[in-house]
């Protein structure tokens, strides 16, 4: 069984990094007693899991299409950048109230 310090010289990771992880449960470890550990063939089999024929490669684009990279970049951009909440317009004031010159 491997300890942190041995883990991190190995894989060239900070021992908060991997402490992090193990906490998350992001990489295999056995806790004995509030140690962690890990088992090098389970940690080599995790690394093999990140393989170049791992299921989540990314997706392959068309270079010659430009419009399909263009529809995925707006795409991209519908999904990420969304309006504030409770925003109406694009002229509503920075504190949600409508400029009446001070009456209210």
């Not at 990420?80 to 010159?101: F, I, M, Q």
Request: net charge positive.
């Amino acid at each position: 069984m491997l300890t942190i310090k041995e883990l991190s010289a190995w894989l060239n990771i900070k021992p908060s990094t991997l402490y992090f992880w193990a906490s998350q449960d992001k990489i295999p470890c056995r806790r004995i007693h509030g140690l962690v550990r890990f088992e090098p063939e389970a940690i080599q089999a995790w690394l093999n899991g990140f393989s170049s024929t791992s299921r989540h490669r990314p997706p392959r684009l068309l270079r010659h299409h430009t419009d399909d990279v263009d529809h995925l970049i707006e795409a991209a951009k519908r999904a990420v950048y969304t309006s504030r909440h409770g925003e109406t317009s694009p002229t509503a004031s920075p504190l949600g109230k409508e400029n009446d010159n001070g009456a209210r």
